[in-house]
């Protein structure tokens, strides 16, 4: 099955507007993790959320989590061009030990 | 901040021959991740690996896939006999004590290209 599936697959703001995109998710979670990914390059480590949480926030972003409906949303508030990078959700189910799934990717452009 | 390494950052094989993929984890880290990612595809795990052991492992990681721990640093992930499809970038993570229930920080990676 499919995990960890994102939404938009693009997105395209303006520089101080916010990014918003979505994941969702078909397993039971042990936690759920957002990655970015400028391209060619390797996966940054954004924030983790843990099952048991709804929100968290780091710098300029915010992460909540609806274990209910099986989602999560990344929000990166006052964007800027260096956010211009592709942005992952993975998923560590909780029969596994440390499997990430990952979706697709929201690909994200800022322009200036 | 301590980062995770891997080496090289590009290698380029010929159908059929082996390659040693190179990987620094994070120093006090202790459960070590491969996983790829085919050009324009999702990143796919392919193996966990803590005390020693394959912890887990995906389909991907058959029977020409291996992977070790040589020493108190490196984690390698060595391909026997590479096919076309091999072609991705490979991507090394590690985390901390907890393992999975934890972060896990990703190298650079290394992009293999067979040709």
């Known amino acids: 099955s499919q995990q960890g599936e994102e939404d938009p697959q693009a997105l395209s703001i303006q520089e101080g507007e916010n990014a918003t995109m979505n994941c969702s998710y078909k397993?039971?979670?042990?936690?759920l993790q957002w990655y970015r990914q400028n391209s060619g390059r390797g996966l940054v480590h954004l924030i983790l959320?843990?099952?048991?949480?709804r929100e968290k926030h780091s710098g300029r972003l915010r992460v909540t989590l609806d274990t209910s409906k099986k989602s999560s949303s990344l929000l990166i508030t006052a964007s800027r061009a260096a956010d211009t990078a592709s942005y992952f959700c993975?998923?560590?189910?909780?029969?596994?030990?440390?499997?990430?799934?990952f979706g697709a990717g929201t690909q994200v452009v800022v322009t200036p | 901040e301590p980062e995770v390494t891997q080496t090289p950052s590009h290698q380029v094989t010929q159908m059929g021959q082996e390659v040693i993929l190179r990987c620094v984890p994070i120093?006090?880290?202790?459960?070590f991740y491969w996983y790829r990612q085919i050009l324009g595809q999702k990143v796919e795990f392919l193996v966990s690996f803590y005390n020693n052991e394959i912890s887990e492992k995906s389909e991907i990681f058959d029977d020409q896939f291996s992977v070790e721990r040589p020493d108190g640093s490196n984690f390698t992930l060595k391909i026997r006999s590479t096919k076309l499809e091999d072609s991705a970038m490979y991507f090394c993570?590690?985390?901390?004590?907890?393992?999975?229930?934890?972060?896990?920080?990703f190298g650079p990676g290394t992009r293999l290209t067979v040709t």
């Open positions: 397993t039971s979670i042990n936690n």
């Open positions: 959320i843990r099952s048991n949480e």
């Open positions: 993570a590690s985390s901390g004590p907890r393992g999975g229930e934890y972060e896990q920080y």
């Open positions: 993975a998923t560590l189910s909780t029969d596994s030990w440390g499997k990430l799934q």
């Open positions: 120093s006090n880290h202790l459960y």
